[in-house]
T-cell receptor, first 114, second 117 residues
Framework: AQSVTQPDIHITVSEGASLELRCNYS??????LFWYVQSPGQGLQLLLK??????LVQGIKGFEAEFKRSQSSFNLRKPSVHWSDAAEYFC????????????FGTGTRLTVIP | DAGVIQSPRHEVTEMGQEVTLRCKPI?????LFWYRQTMMRGLELLIY????????DSGMPEDRFSAKMPNASFSTLKIQPSEPRDSAVYFC???????????????FGPGTRLTVL
């Protein structure tokens, strides 16, 4: 069965430090990969997506993610975190089965300390 | 485009009352999704529609929940009767499938925060 795992429930980083949020998926079909961010009281906003091609994708707000097929991973990174990046981050995966729905991870809450 | 529109943004009701949540997807999108988000269970897919037709309602928790999409620009999620455990944030999302072999991004509304007393 398809599944998406975000192993870190909560991460705390200092402002200016680098960030990496982990995401792993399980399923054999071609994955379509997404990262969303949710600020308190808001809906989910798309940060970036991977469909094919270059495995390193750039997104909004200075975020990037790298698809590693051999590890079934799609980790999100940012070289220098800003206080405004504090939010909940969701990894989502779609699989080429004809259905257009996404499977979401459980989210990682990011706290940024000054 | 105004994005996905949901109403109301907040709803407080008493147990046993009927609750109706509304969603207007992005114009031209052919998929519409209803999600529920709670601290305990995270983000759950309740039901989704393709071209106004329900495709998968396996996430609907029980018969008290129902969803309709009478046309391409409007959907409702109804809870009757409501219970305190239904308290959650309900999100509507829409997407446009650009190819049958592809899964496209979903655009989320701001959510409706439901509190059942």
């Amino acid at each position: 069965a398809q599944s998406v795992t975000q192993p870190d429930i909560h991460i705390t980083v200092s402002e200016g430090a680098s960030l990496e949020l982990r995401c792993n998926y399980s399923y054999g079909a071609t994955p379509y990969l997404f990262w969303y961010v949710q600020s308190p009281g808001q809906g989910l906003q798309l940060l970036l997506k991977y469909f094919s091609g270059d495995t390193l994708v750039q997104g909004i707000k200075g975020f990037e993610a790298e698809f590693k097929r051999s590890q079934s991973s799609f980790n999100l990174r940012k070289p220098s975190v800003h206080w405004s990046d504090a939010a909940e981050y969701f990894c989502a995966v779609g699989f080429q089965t004809g259905a257009n729905n996404l499977f979401f991870g459980t989210g990682t809450r990011l706290t940024v300390i000054p | 485009d105004a994005g996905v529109i949901q109403s109301p943004r907040h709803e407080v009701t008493e147990m046993g009352q009927e609750v109706t949540l509304r969603c207007k997807p992005i114009s031209g999108h052919d998929y519409l999704f209803w999600y529920r988000q709670t601290m305990m269970r995270g983000l759950e897919l309740l039901i989704y529609f393709n071209n106004n037709v329900p495709i998968d309602d396996s996430g609907m928790p029980e018969d008290r929940f129902s969803a309709k999409m009478p046309n391409a620009s409007f959907s409702t999620l109804k809870i009757q009767p409501s219970e305190p455990r239904d308290s959650a944030v309900y999100f509507c999302a829409s997407s446009l499938q650009t190819s049958i072999t592809r899964v496209d991004e979903q655009f989320f509304g701001p959510g409706t925060r439901l509190t059942v007393l």
